[in-house]
Structures are given as structure tokens and as C-alpha cells.
């Protein structure tokens, strides 16, 4: 892939976490650069995340929420990372611990894969249609943390899936990867297009922002951090 420059070398470092000290995910072997292996497990969930940022777009997804498997399977491959997600949650309650742990997950999987975020292009801007629907990410991974979500979504459910729960994915993804996102929905009537496009959006905004840009030396920005 051209776009992240996969031969050029930069100072970020695989990272993996885990927050309640069970086995690595990948059983302990280590990582490829820009890569994090994360877990985090509470009393209403269990989470383990593996990403990679340069990768090919495989996605090995089971949350126990279908349609959230469903839309971030499309992440991976729109975004052309390779990401593992297992998750166990109180389903029997409702979806919404699983689906924003999930997020919490994947966003600190993203903020240690990039490391410093030394040699990143840092802005990504993506605009993707589904049939009538269309969104428009951008994304700043500036290490400051903040979402603004202008997707109306009438309609409550996707099946058995409560829509509501996107602002709450996205608002996790943002606030642990430590970045700016605007998520802006043009058009719409389909609850599933809609949010299909909103995470299409995100997913080629995000490959964008954490592609490695070969004229830049340490990280983009005036104050020499993005920490």
C-alpha cells in the first residue's frame, strides 16, 4: 500500500496492554511496528483488540453484536488495517457496554500503535456514499481528544441494534485515540446505510491520518508533539 509508505522507517513502536495482566492475545510474541495488542476487561465486559495500521484489511470480528461485527469488518477493510476484536459483554442487559467498551478498546489500540504519531500525515478527510446516504469524516490525531456528531438517525433500531449507540462508539474511539473527529451526514433514509456510511467514512479519514508521510521528519506540529 503506496499511501502508507510501508518501507519507510518510523519511530513508532508495537505496544501491547493489557489491563487486567491475562495472557497477550498473541500469545506473547512480539509485534510488527505499528501494530498494539490491547485488553481490557471489567465487570460488564471482556475485550481484546488487535491492530495493525499498515495492514491489508482483514477483520476477525466477534462482539456478540452482530451489526456492530457487521460495521467493523467494514472498518478494516475500508480503512486497510488488520484488526482482531473478541468481546464478551452483558448482552442480556442491552448492547451498549460491549459496543463503547469495543470502542475504548480500538482507540487505545490506535493511540499505541502510532507511538509519538512521529512521521503520521495526522489529518484525514473522507466523504463516502451508500445509495442515498452520504458522510464525511475528518479526523485530526492530534492528541487532543474531541467529537462532534452531526449524524440524525430517525429511525432506533438497525434490526435489533440501537442506532444511539454509534455517537456513543464513535465519542470512545475519539476520546482514547486522542483525536479530533467531525462525523457530517449530507443525505439519508436508511438506518443502515447511514451508519455503514458513517463508519466507511471514518475507516478512509483514519487510513488517511495514520498513513506515513515520507517528506515529514518527527511529528506535524509546531509544537514538536502531538502527545
Do not use: W
Not at 13 to 20: C, L, Q
Not at 30 to 45: C, F, G, I, W, Y
Not at 96 to 118: C, K, M, N, P, W
Amino acid at each position: 500500500m503506496d499511501a502508507k509508505n510501508k518501507s519507510r522507517t518510523v519511530s513508532t513502536s508495537s505496544t501491547r496492554t493489557n489491563d487486567d495482566n491475562s495472557a497477550s492475545a498473541n500469545g506473547g510474541l512480539s509485534l510488527p511496528a505499528r501494530s498494539a495488542d490491547v485488553q481490557r476487561k471489567t465487570r460488564e465486559t471482556a475485550v481484546a483488540v488487535a491492530l495493525r495500521l499498515d495492514g491489508s484489511g482483514r477483520g476477525e470480528i466477534s462482539t456478540g453484536v452482530p451489526f456492530l461485527d457487521h460495521m467493523l469488518d467494514s472498518f478494516a477493510r475500508h480503512g486497510f488495517f488488520d484488526l482482531r476484536v473478541e468481546a464478551t459483554g452483558d448482552l442480556h442487559i442491552d448492547d451498549h457496554h460491549t459496543v463503547e467498551d469495543v470502542g475504548i478498546v480500538l482507540g487505545r489500540a490506535f493511540r499505541q500503535a502510532l507511538g509519538d504519531r512521529s512521521g503520521i500525515r495526522r489529518f484525514g478527510n473522507a466523504t463516502v456514499p451508500l445509495d442515498e446516504a452520504l458522510c464525511t469524516a475528518v479526523v485530526d490525531i492530534s492528541g487532543r481528544a474531541y467529537l462532534a456528531y452531526n449524524v440524525e438517525i430517525r429511525e432506533e433500531r438497525v434490526g435489533n441494534f440501537q442506532t444511539i449507540l454509534v455517537h456513543d462508539f464513535m465519542k470512545a474511539i475519539a476520546d482514547e485515540t486522542g483525536m479530533n473527529l467531525h462525523l457530517n451526514l449530507h443525505a439519508g433514509r436508511n438506518p443502515h446505510h447511514i451508519v455503514e456510511a458513517t463508519f466507511k467514512a471514518l475507516a478512509r479519514a483514519m487510513d488517511q491520518a495514520t498513513a506515513v508521510e515520507p517528506r515529514l521528519s518527527g511529528v506535524l506540529s509546531t509544537k514538536g508533539t502531538l502527545s
